[in-house]
């Protein structure tokens, strides 16, 4: 029997829709600009470079209808709604056309960014953890499975602050689908069970402040409601 030095952690986990099942959460693999409005106003050009990605850790997940506390050192934190992929099946070098095969299902997720931080590191060459894997800032949605959605390649994804609609765009204008992400990412990382992939944000982004409301949707995936703290 294994003897921990310290108590070891709860794995984190997702609410499987409709199901007693949860999915546990291994690693957190985001997409950097993968709208090309978001990419222009980020100031960078929408080109077809290779995909590139940073990471969240697991225990940075929190539930749909949870409260989001604004976190420290920052007076910046921008929301990013994305259609976030979950990994049912592990492998690597996956092609594009076996890619759907490696997938258990889709979720509505946010990427919660400390902006001025984030910011503050890139223009010193810096890593970018500080403003992207701080704690609570990987809220997910429960994951509906593709054995019930399918493998949604279009629809309306949108995200409201306060009522007010702030983020509109189609999951079909990611500049890498779906499919050329996970062949991507797979030749750079061996992908596991447990997986998950955001997939990148709409143009939009922006503030939000203690006491505001965040509601995302992705047609055929579902809906997301975070307040903040």
């Known amino acids: 029997m294994t003897k921990y030095a310290v108590a070891p952690m709860e794995l984190p986990a997702v609410a499987v829709a409709d199901s007693d099942e949860v999915f546990p959460v291994r690693r957190i693999y985001c997409v950097g600009r993968n709208y090309a409005e978001h990419a222009r106003e980020m100031g960078s050009d929408p080109d077809r470079d290779p995909p590139f990605f940073f990471m969240k850790p697991n225990n940075t997940i929190i539930a749909d209808g949870a409260d989001f506390p604004y976190p420290s050192m920052s007076e910046n934190v921008h929301y990013e709604m994305e ?95 779906v499919p050329e992400t996970i062949e991507y990412l797979s030749g750079l990382f061996e992908l596991q069970p447990g997986d998950l992939i955001y997939t990148g944000t709409p143009a939009g982004v922006g503030p939000i402040v203690a006491g505001d409301v965040m509601e995302g949707h992705i047609d055929g995936v579902g809906d997301i409601t975070i307040k903040v703290t």
């Not at 095969?101 to 960014?113: E, K, Q, R, W």
């Not at 060459?125 to 399918?150: H, L, N, V, Y």
């Open 83 to 177: 259609l976030v992929v979950a990994i049912g099946t592990g492998g690597k070098n996956i092609p594009q056309a076996k890619a759907n095969d490696h997938i258990f299902g889709y979720a509505c997720g946010l990427d919660m960014t400390r902006r001025d931080l984030q910011i503050g590191m890139r223009e010193k060459g810096r890593p970018w953890e500080i403003g992207k894997a701080f704690d609570d800032s990987a809220p997910c949605a429960d994951i509906q499975p593709a054995s019930k959605i399918g493998h949604p390649a279009t629809g309306d994804i949108w995200l409201k602050v306060n009522g007010e609609i702030k983020q509109t765009a189609d999951i079909a204008d990611l500049i890498w689908n």
